[in-house]
Every structure is written in C-alpha cells, then in structure tokens.
C-alpha cells in the first residue's frame, strides 16, 4: 500500500509503539521504507543557561539510544531523531523526505485540545500524505 512510512514514537510511560509498528507493517508495500522517528522539542535557552551540559549531554544520549532500540523492534527500520515543536517537525519532515503515510499514536482527545491542539490533530491537520492514527 505505502512505500514510505513515518513512524514518530514516545518514550513516556503508557505509549505503546508496538501497536505503530504492527499497524506500519501492515499497511507497507514489501521492500518499503520505515523511519522511526523522534522529535526532541526544543529547550529555552533562558532555561538551558540553568542546566549542565553533561545532563543535556546525557539526555540526549538517552532518547539516541532509546530510539534504536525501539527501532529494533520493527525490522529494516531506521531510527531518526529531530529537534524542534513536534507537530511542525512530523510534517515538515514527512513533506521534505516524500513520506506517503505517517502511522502516529495519539491519546483520547479531551476539552484541552480544542484550545492547544494536540501533535496527532497538527499532524491530520496539516501533513500532505496518508495520515493513519491509532488510540
């Protein structure tokens, strides 16, 4: 069906990855491209000021390393981590590197989301590609 596919995925507590990676496959042509993908948002540099480098360092290391082997899981993928607000990011990406679906994770919309807006509404809202969403 799809030939590229963008996978973005958390680490927190209660997300589960695997049911994006069981929907990724099912959805992909055979010798088709995954990405999973991570977005780091961006720190203030008001507030980096505040922190040590090592632990920024460390941090960073951490998501590295907890993207691939998240990636593991899903065979022939490639894990890709960004920086920046992750809504804008998941699209401006999957626009830039021709991504023809994005299998994204989302929780239950509450009231909150009419006014914030949540990463997986940005993403349906504004990504040219497929968008499949899974709760």
């Not at 360092?57 to 993928?77: D, F, I, M, N, Y």
């Not at 909150?112 to 509404?121: I, K, P, R, V």
Request: with cysteine; charged share 20%.
């Amino acid at each position: 069906m799809y030939q590229h596919i963008l996978i973005p995925v958390l680490f927190d507590a209660g997300h589960d990855n695997q049911a994006s990676y069981s929907v990724a496959m099912a959805l992909a042509d055979e010798g088709a491209d995954l990405t999973v993908f991570h977005v780091l948002e961006e720190i203030p540099t008001y507030v980096t000021a505040e922190i040590p480098n090592e632990v920024l360092a460390t941090t960073r290391h951490q998501v590295e390393k907890s993207l691939v082997q998240s990636a593991r899981a899903l065979p022939g993928s490639v894990p890709k981590l960004k920086y920046g607000h992750p809504g804008r990011t998941i699209v401006d990406y999957a626009s830039a590197d021709n991504i023809d679906c994005i299998v994204l994770a989302s929780h239950r919309p509450g009231i909150e989301d009419f006014f914030l807006g949540s990463t997986a509404s940005r993403v349906v809202r504004h990504a040219k590609c497929s968008v499949h969403v899974i709760r």
